[in-house]
């Protein structure tokens, strides 16, 4: 069983920037970000596989940035040029070997507690 903590979020003016942190207590391939708005299905924002490979939504591509310590077991999420439609609960997700670099959350199955981003127009 992997633990997942996220830290970071908050709230910010449009056009702001904020960087959310996860850590996890164990290795997993797979490391990624989610978001739940009031209203709406959750939604994959941007996944890590070990320090390579990524993917991104296209609503998030060329504003975020994902990244991973693999020492420290953490991913990190870069979010700038922040819009009120970023408005979410971030949740931090985590899959072991195999399966692909998706951003389905229903192939995740270690979820952080979340932590709120709130952008202001």
């Known amino acids: 069983q992997v633990q997942l903590v996220e830290s970071g979020g908050g709230s910010v003016q449009a056009g702001g920037a904020l960087r959310l942190s996860c850590a996890a207590s164990?290795?997993?391939?797979?490391m990624g970000w989610f978001r739940q708005a009031p209203g709406k299905e959750r939604e994959g924002v941007a996944v890590?596989?070990?320090?390579?490979?990524?993917t991104y939504a296209d609503s998030v591509k060329g504003r975020f940035t994902i990244s991973r310590d693999m020492g420290k077991n953490t991913v990190y999420l870069q979010m700038n040029s922040l819009k009120p439609e970023d408005t979410a609960m971030y949740y931090c997700?985590?899959?072991?070997?195999?399966?692909?670099?998706?951003?389905?959350?229903?192939?995740?199955?270690?979820w952080g507690q979340g932590t709120q981003v709130t952008v202001s127009s």
């Open positions: 997700a985590a899959k072991g070997h195999g399966g692909s670099l998706s951003l389905r959350p229903d192939e995740y199955y270690y």
């Open positions: 890590v596989l070990g320090f390579g490979s990524t």
């Open positions: 164990g290795y997993t391939a797979y």
